[in-house]
């Protein structure tokens, strides 16, 4: 997962996309699935505007989203009250409306397009600092483990309210990369080298 910030103060975050090797279906039968991700890049981008209001853009799907920046505030306001000590994911209340909007329209990238845009919000909404960590040669940066686990949590729970039910594995493939492996029951496992 990669991010930079325009002079204007705009977000733009990409994250791979990911390829099932096998077992996509083999999970509902207790087996273990392994996907990993692949650099066919998902992009996003977030704006402020000086009339208050907050634009996202999914260019990859021609989804345009507004939203009044003080109304994304109080519910961030409200979010950062919440402890996610147990594991669980935060509320969902900024993803739920995108949520709705990607449903079916994005099957094959929706890990990566979940991941961007918790990224994007958890970031817009002070949830999360801007990211510090160079990533390659062009300037990127990405977040430290803690602030990608937070931003996993919040995709993998986006996945869920569109599929109903989702592994994780997507989410976790989109925001670290690499591979990594899942079996009902047990955590997500990145593979090392």
Do not use: N
């Not at 594991?87 to 993803?95: D, K, T, V």
């Not at 929706?110 to 961007?116: D, H, Q, R, S």
Request: proline content about 5%; overall charge negative; charged content about 20%.
């Amino acid at each position: 997962m990669r991010s930079l910030t325009s002079a204007s103060g705009g977000l733009y975050i990409s994250a791979p996309g990911k390829i099932i090797l096998f077992g996509e279906h083999a999970v509902v039968y207790g087996r273990t699935a392994v996907a990993g991700s692949i650099d066919l890049r998902t992009y996003v981008s977030l704006f402020t505007s000086a009339d208050g209001r907050i634009y996202l853009s999914l260019p990859d799907l021609g989804v345009e989203k507004t939203w009044l920046l003080k109304d994304l505030l109080r519910a961030g306001e409200r979010l950062s009250e919440c402890t996610v000590e147990d594991g669980s994911p935060p509320s969902l209340e900024l993803l739920v409306p995108i949520a709705r909007k990607l449903s079916g329209s994005c099957e094959d990238q929706c890990g990566a397009y979940c991941v961007c845009i918790a990224a994007a919000l958890l970031q817009m909404a002070g949830l999360i600092p801007s990211p510090s960590v160079p990533v390659g040669d062009e300037g990127s940066l990405t977040w430290d483990d803690e602030h990608l686990d937070m931003i996993r949590k919040w995709s993998a729970a986006a996945e869920s309210l569109i599929h109903g039910r989702a592994s994780g594995l997507d989410a976790a493939v989109c925001t670290y990369g690499g591979v990594a492996c899942f079996k009902p029951g047990t955590r997500i496992q990145h593979l090392r080298k």
